[in-house]
């Protein structure tokens, strides 16, 4: 699959577990973007990075960790997560256009999350 | 910040007839408006977008439109097909080197055969 993708699809966590969300994007872009989705709910932006530096905290609870090691791969560790915590979690990218045109966002699949 | 109220959450349309999906912003500096499409268990894709300096853009069976004045924006769908039934949602940001996007609570759009 090219594009942006996402590991795993599909994840089941107790609230005392440690998890890791994977995202890896094969555009050549400079963005990466962490989301929540829930049911009946607006997509709620959780994190930004641009050009690897995190520009956005959206006052999201310290559980949720983002990394961004480098421009192409972006990940969310999760750890004492509470049920109400339990999403679709989406990764996009974009090319972080610095003069500040239309900046398309390119979601990934996501990944649907179960806290028990 | 910003906030986006988007109408109505469910719409129904037999195929053929149009479909019409409104929002509202409130910062009056957002600059860039994109529509995303979800279907069913797959990742949303844009299908549409438009910047403050355009009031209208189509593109085939879709078109949107931009009232800053007012600022509202719609996304309009014409000869509606079913596979057009989908989740839409649309967004609004302001300019910047890696947009921050803020979403409307989405539109399920079904189309009746």
């Known amino acids: 699959e090219t594009g942006v993708t996402q590991t795993p699809r599909h994840l089941v966590m107790g609230m005392t577990n440690k998890k890791s969300l994977k995202c890896e994007q094969h555009?050549?872009?400079?963005?990466m973007y962490w989301y929540k989705q829930s049911a009946k709910k607006p997509l709620e932006l959780m994190f930004v990075y641009n050009f690897k530096e995190q520009t956005e905290n959206n006052s999201v609870p310290s559980r949720f960790s983002p990394e961004c090691p480098n421009s192409s791969h972006l990940f969310l560790h999760l750890h004492t997560l509470q049920p109400e915590d339990s999403a679709l979690y989406l990764c996009a990218s974009s090319q972080g256009n610095l003069a500040g045109g239309a900046d398309t966002q390119y979601f990934g699949p996501g990944t649907r999350l179960t806290v028990l | 910040g910003e906030n986006v109220e988007q109408h109505p959450s469910t719409l129904s349309v037999q195929e053929g007839d149009s479909a019409v999906i409104k929002c509202t912003y409130s910062d009056s500096a957002s600059n860039y408006f994109p529509w995303y499409k979800q279907e069913l268990g797959k990742r949303p894709q844009l299908i549409i977008d438009?910047?403050?300096?355009?009031g209208e853009k189509k593109d085939q069976r879709i078109a949107v439109t931009l009232n800053k004045t007012a600022k509202h924006f719609s996304l309009h769908i014409t000869e509606t097909q079913p596979e057009d039934s989908a989740v839409y949602f649309c967004a609004a940001s302001t300019s910047g080197s890696a947009r921050q996007l803020t979403f409307g609570s989405g539109t399920q759009l079904t189309v009746l055969p």
């Open positions: 555009l050549g872009h400079n963005a």
């Open positions: 438009i910047r403050s300096n355009v």
